[in-house]
């Protein structure tokens, strides 16, 4: 997520538990979103859909988490 011009990092999920509950997380905030749109309350469905892209944002393929870690703590170590 990118704020004033820096980026906000958030941590990967760290098991495939972690993974499918943050998934789930997801998908229920979608389709709270959707039901909201439904009954037009756009704003809080586009609430409800940025939470859940920034939530997604932590679904990182396996291969990858640990490269991401990295990436996370030698940006942190930077800043």
Avoid at 19 to 40: F, T
Wanted: contains cysteine.
């Amino acid at each position: 997520m990118q704020c004033g011009g820096r980026i906000r990092w958030c941590e990967p999920t760290a098991s495939d538990a972690e993974a499918a509950d943050v998934a789930k997380q997801v998908d229920d905030l979608r389709g709270e979103a959707s039901y909201e749109a439904g009954w037009d309350n756009h704003s809080t469905a586009e609430r409800l859909r940025l939470r859940a892209r920034v939530l997604a944002g932590r679904l990182v393929d396996p291969f990858w988490q640990v490269h991401a870690r990295r990436a996370i703590q030698a940006s942190a170590a930077g800043a």
